[in-house]
T-cell receptor
Framework: AQKITQTQPGMFVQEKEAVTLDCTYD???????LFWYKQPSSGEMIFLIY??????QNATEGRYSLNFQKARKSANLVISASQLGDSAMYFC?????????????FGKGTRLHILP | EAQVTQNPRYLITVTGKKLTVTCSQN?????MSWYRQDPGLGLRQIYY???????DKGDVPEGYKVSRKEKRNFPLILESPSPNQTSLYFC??????????????FGPGTRLTVL
């Protein structure tokens, strides 16, 4: 069975510093996808970034990058130059790749607080 | 503008009274999905659909039904709601890594209370 673990329930980071949010996963599937989402206090869910397990390079999207270490089964989210608006709950998720069972499972989240 | 519309946004109902939460997307995505979010449990997938007339169970499908008769709509049906279905529900459209969709959009959420 697949499992996602986010070990940091909460983090406090000074504005403008880089942030790393941890995510480890467990799966027996040979191919899979990894996702990160943001949920601000207003409640909406925002997709941030995606990494396929077969991708040669780590995914990047603006200030977000996914530090994918396949052997360690980790998919940490890195936010460069953090901003006050980055304060939110962040969820890591994974799914087997297409043509199979396509469920997406989520970690329990990390609440990030950016301090001015 | 890419949009996922969910209705209603808020609903208070009573046990056993059938209800439907609608979800509609304007991006021609094949993949759509429903999630519920509960404190301490994070998000859990209820059902997903990979295309018209193709639906499958997520992690917590009990007590829910879905249908996908057309690409843009993916309603969530609670035939006989119970208090343990009180939750925040999100519909989503698109799935990175599948087909032509490289992103995923969520609806604004439906806060459901079952008394």
């Amino acid at each position: 069975a697949q499992k996602i673990t986010q070990t940091q329930p909460g983090m406090f980071v000074q504005e403008k510093e880089a942030v790393t949010l941890d995510c480890t996963y467990d799966t027996s599937d040979p191919s899979y996808g990894l996702f990160w989402y943001k949920q601000p206090s207003s409640g909406e869910m925002i997709f941030l970034i995606y990494q396929g397990s077969y991708d040669q390079q780590n995914a990047t999207e603006g200030r977000y990058s996914l530090n994918f270490q396949k052997a360690r089964k980790s998919a940490n989210l890195v936010i460069s130059a953090s901003q006050l608006g980055d304060s939110a709950m962040y969820f890591c998720a994974m799914s087997p790749l297409p043509n199979r069972d396509d469920k997406i499972i989520f970690g329990k989240g990390t609440r990030l607080h950016i301090l001015p | 503008e890419a949009q996922v519309t969910q209705n209603p946004r808020y609903l208070i109902t009573v046990t056993g009274k059938k209800l439907t939460v609608t979800c509609s997307q304007n991006m021609n995505h094949e993949y759509m999905s429903w999630y519920r979010q509960d404190p301490g449990l994070g998000l859990r997938q209820i059902y997903y659909s990979m295309n018209v007339e193709v639906t499958d169970k997520g992690d917590v499908p009990e007590g829910y039904k879905v249908s996908r008769k057309e690409k843009r709509n993916f309603p969530l049906i609670l035939e006989s709601p119970s208090p343990n279905q009180t939750s925040l529900y999100f519909c989503a459209s698109g799935r990175p890594g599948r087909g032509s969709s490289d992103t995923q959009y969520f609806g604004p959420g439906t806060r459901l209370t079952v008394l």
